[in-house]
């Protein structure tokens, strides 16, 4: 991960499960950037005790509250990290809250439907537009070098069950609601891809494998990545992405996922 060299990241949902495991990894790196922001939903409450536990061992850890479907919550953490900042901007931003309801083409509710999007969709969109201010910032502090996450970046954490080619794992799980979810957060990545380009931001979608956390288990099988084996792989995807990469979709290995 030699090419990762960022002086600020913010993770949401880092409270647990994959975006916990991604700011375990960011804070042990040999060059750890100077604040890693953890955003979830309640900082104070028993689900985030491993963050409480991590930020008393590591000073450049913040963590700060952030639901990503209140629009006040994501303007009040953005303002929030921008203090913190002090005048430069955040290199890498990861979209990574989500959920997921186990429910068929045939038990899927307009609720559900709403709900799933409004985290899962939109919370990305409205969080990199809440951000994209500190993220230029970010892009014009190193003018002239190329595209990459140590520059600039949106990495949203997709996954290959909203890839319309394949249809994984269906006859497992159906999913129908969070698929779409994911299908459109693939569409908004490569839409993020082309108005931010010329900021000098790279945005990317990432696959993370299936991952042992709760949402990975919630098939009711055995996963086969762990999460450690799932964020080193993601860190070593990041520290490789350049101008190629802008609007692509990547597993964990650093493979093409077809849309
Ligand atoms: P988990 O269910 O283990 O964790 C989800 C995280 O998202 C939690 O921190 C949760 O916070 C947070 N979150 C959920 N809703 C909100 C919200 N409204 N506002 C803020 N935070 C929220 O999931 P994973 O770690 O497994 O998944 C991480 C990402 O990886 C997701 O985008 C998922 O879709 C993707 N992915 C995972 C796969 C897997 O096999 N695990 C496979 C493919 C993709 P809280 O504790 O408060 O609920």
Known sequence: MAGL????????????????????????VSNPPKWVFAACRDPKGERAQELQHLASKYPNLVIMPLEVTNPASIQAAAARVGE???????????????????????????????????TN??????????????LKKAAQGSPGSELSCSKAAIINISSNGGSIDSIYGWDLLQVVSYRCSKAALNMLTKCQSLGYREHGILCAALHPGWVQTDMGSSAGHAPPVTVDMSVQ?????LSTLSEK???????WEGKVVSW
Request: proline share 2%; hydrophobic share 45%.
């Open 5 to 28: 060299r960022i002086c600020s990241a913010l993770v949401t949902g880092a409270n647990r499960g994959i975006g916990l495991g991604l700011v375990r990894h960011l804070l042990r």
């Open 84 to 118: 913190h900042l002090k005048g430069s901007g955040l290199n890498l931003l990861i979209n990574n809250a989500a959920i997921l309801l186990n429910r068929t083409l045939d038990t899927e509710t307009l609720e559900g439907m709403s709900q799933i999007y409004t």
């Open 121 to 134: 969709t939109i919370g990305p969109l409205l969080v990199s537009q809440a951000f994209l201010p500190l």
């Open 233 to 237: 792989g993601m860190l070593n995807v």
């Open 245 to 251: 990469d802008i609007g692509t979709f990547l597993d």
